[in-house]
């Protein structure tokens, strides 16, 4: 069993293979952290649940380490539950209730206030083989009277003893997300977080803690990943005493809401794991977790062409047909038609709202364009932007009412568009019922479904229609219904989660969609950065990468064909540039690399991900996928530039058996077979150089 109950010692004991974690109840019937970490023999830690006293201005400081702390008495650390009573009380007690068992792998525990109708149930869900816990926190109103939430987080995540905490996140701007950061923490608060509406880019709800030392291969870390696409917080605490705390869930800002009697709220869910096995071991269990726990279907990744970049808003069928002719010839097996199919689409100034077929750009309809490209044996895909509405649309002038305002302002205009009240139930119906209508009438295989704007001037509280939940919450909560309602309508269509690049990318909007879209910096060489940063957390699985042009129009920096290919290679295979203006060797070329891909398609979706090396440190990158069965893998690497004439470069592989033999391409074309013993401690050479340059190793095994 995963969990079992040592009823002397009153701990609560939570293995999985590889780790244990432990909890008990103390003598104030406080629920207090004990352990996380390796393994231990759980009944010899019970002396860890005595009280412990520093003076009257620290008269408990084992409230430090509570499992689920409300805000009230001596209680001075980032609480998990706030809350007024009816009566203007603002003071929580939450005293331990008992708990439940529902199976082998799920653990409850019930608390209750002193003398309040209002209980809580922690909930933690075992996932033993990749060291996993799933955490999130029911509160309930038993009282005759409304509570009001002031905030409730999902977890709080309880780190100890260590000499020094060093906390691993990421920060960003669009077409710069993903970026890793490292810092040491001191005694006080680092809070993450996003304000904006959304997951956002210029953070991402995931943490990861070390002594320090963890590399890639070795030492221990704590980490963690919230499943919520709405304004989200985690605050990582170091205490004067010495122990770290890291709460996260839904922001409190602005996002107080009234829990009628009678009603519940559920948080999102917040995982947490340990390794002992460095960022390379934590990346591969998120990424199993997510294969296996997460993601609504273990589809591949079709190679995608999408004529964004090629056509941008001026969309016509002739135009389309010509993209969709010189796309099958490289191998593409789904086409996606961009921005500027529908209503007076002409720029990014109209039109966004009117989800009806432009019958100038399409005066035979849509469907023309669609038989075209099945014909030409490839999947249709449309993009969409369904929360959005340009004050130039039939939608706005119909329904100026739907959008998110305060009566007294001037809405903000964000890229010449405002943000529909999603948290409005009239405007979740029609959204719902145009994708319905879009996807019964097409044979649309694949959405891509856009959010290209933060949320701004969120509106007035009204309890009608809203039942007293913050805007906030509610936008997530019915955009995540109305996914789950049109997967179960079209279950064959396929999701890319997009957001202004890589704004809406969690472990929440992961259970709807099938993949995500990253970034809109598609320069290669910034998108190694990007992807590695993506890849800490999020399986490759889903990250979707494109090849573009040359020179880049963000950087104008110049890359080979076979570096920008190797770049988007390492994810769901793309291709957004002008093909119309390739040469035949380019079009070639592309053929040839599409064809690999399709070939080792299925260790980059199902493998393990191996960081051999990173650009974050030296002038190249490296990083190898292992398939499922271990019999081929596949290494990518990249050369940024050469310095100071030739030097012998060698990669120590990752993941391989040390007693089997691989057949490894040695030069395109040659190959030489060596023990996996040689390959990962010896290496392999790299003998790259010039600038950019970039190399695709394979390897099978062959005993």
Request: charged share 25%; hydrophobic share 35%.
């Amino acid at each position: 069993m995963s969990i079992c109950y040592l009823k002397e010692q009153n701990l609560f004991e939570i293995r999985t293979h590889r780790s244990t974690y432990l909890f008990g109840i103390n003598e104030r019937g406080t629920v207090q952290h004990v352990y996380w970490g390796s393994p231990v023999e759980a009944s010899e830690c019970a002396d860890r649940l005595k009280p412990r006293h520093h003076s009257s201005f620290d008269a408990a400081i084992d409230q430090e380490t509570e499992e689920f702390g409300g805000w009230g008495g001596t209680h001075f650390a980032e609480p998990v539950l706030r809350a007024t009573f009816s009566d203007g009380v603002r003071d929580l007690k939450m005293v331990y209730d008992g708990f439940g068992q529902p199976g082998d792998r799920e653990l409850v525990i019930r608390l209750k206030d002193a003398h309040y109708a209002l209980r809580v149930e922690v909930h933690y869900r075992v996932i033993p083989e990749f060291d996993l816990i799933e955490r999130y926190v029911q509160v309930y109103n038993d009282e005759t009277q409304p509570v009001k939430i002031e905030q409730i987080m999902s977890a709080v995540w309880s780190v100890q003893a260590l000499p020094e905490y060093r906390l691993t996140h990421v920060t960003g701007r669009w077409a710069a997300e993903f970026q890793l950061r490292s810092e040491t923490l001191s005694e006080g608060k680092k809070t993450l977080e996003s304000r904006r509406g959304f997951t956002g880019p210029h953070a991402n709800p995931w943490f990861a803690i070390d002594n320090g030392k963890a590399d890639e291969t070795s030492g221990q870390v704590w980490f963690g990943a919230l499943g919520w696409s709405g304004n989200w917080k985690i605050v990582a605490e170091k205490t004067t005493f010495g122990h770290v705390r890291v709460v996260g869930g839904v922001n409190d800002f602005d996002s107080s809401f009234v829990l009628d009697p009678g009603s519940s709220f559920t948080t999102p869910v917040f995982t947490g794991g340990y390794t002992s096995e460095g960022f390379g071991g934590m990346s591969r269990n998120l990424h199993r977790y997510q294969a296996e726990y997460v993601l609504p279907s273990s589809r591949p990744r079709k190679v995608l062409y999408n004529s964004w970049e090629a056509t941008y808003f001026d969309v016509t069928a002739e135009g389309q047909k010509a993209l969709a002719r010189r796309a099958a010839r490289l191998g593409v097996e789904r086409f996606v038609v961009d921005d500027g199919w529908f209503g007076a689409r002409n720029s990014d100034r109209a039109g966004l709202g009117d989800w009806y077929v432009n019958p100038e750009k399409f005066p035979n309809g849509l469907q023309e364009l669609i038989d075209e490209v099945k014909g030409l044996g490839m999947e249709f895909g449309l993009w969409v932007e369904p929360e959005s509405v340009n004050p130039d649309s039939e939608l706005f002038r119909k329904h100026p009412e739907w959008v998110y305002h305060f009566p007294t302002r001037e809405g903000t205009l964000l890229r010449n568009q405002l943000l529909l009240n999603l948290a409005l139930p009239e405007v979740k119906a029609f959204v719902l019922d145009f994708m319905t209508e879009l996807l019964s009438r097409y044979e649309i295989s694949f959405i891509k479904w856009d959010m290209n704007r933060t949320v701004t001037e969120p509106g007035t509280m009204s309890a009608e229609g809203l039942e007293g939940r913050s805007v906030w919450i509610r936008h997530v909560e019915n955009l995540y219904e109305i996914w789950a309602e049109l997967r179960r309508r079209f279950p064959d269509v396929e999701f890319e989660t997009c957001a202004g690049g890589g704004g809406r990318i969690d472990l929440g909007i992961l259970r709807f969609a099938d993949q995500a879209w990253i970034s809109d910096n598609t320069d290669a060489r910034d998108r190694l950065t990007i992807q590695e940063g993506f890849g800490y957390v999020y399986s490759p699985s889903v990250m979707m990468c494109w090849v573009t042009e040359s020179p880049h129009g963000f950087n104008g920096r110049s890359l080979p064909l076979s570096f920008r290919f190797h770049s988007a290679m390492m994810g769901g295979l793309g291709i957004g540039a002008d093909i119309t203006g390739w040469s035949e060797e380019e079009m070639e070329e592309a053929a040839r690399w599409v064809a690999v891909y399709k070939e080792i398609r299925p260790t980059i979706m199902q493998g393990d991900l191996y960081r051999l090396e990173s650009m974050r440190n030296t002038n190249a990158a490296a990083y190898q996928y292992v398939g499922q069965d271990g019999q081929e893998a596949v290494v990518f690497a990249f050369l940024h530039s050469q310095h100071f004439g030739s030097e012998e470069r060698r990669l120590r592989l990752q993941g391989l058996d040390p007693n089997a033999v691989y057949e490894v391409e040695s030069a395109p074309g040659a190959t030489v077979q060596r023990h996996g013993s040689t390959l990962m401690n010896l290496g392999i050479p790299l003998t790259l150089q010039g600038d950019y340059k970039s190399r695709l190793i394979r390897l099978k095994r062959v005993d």
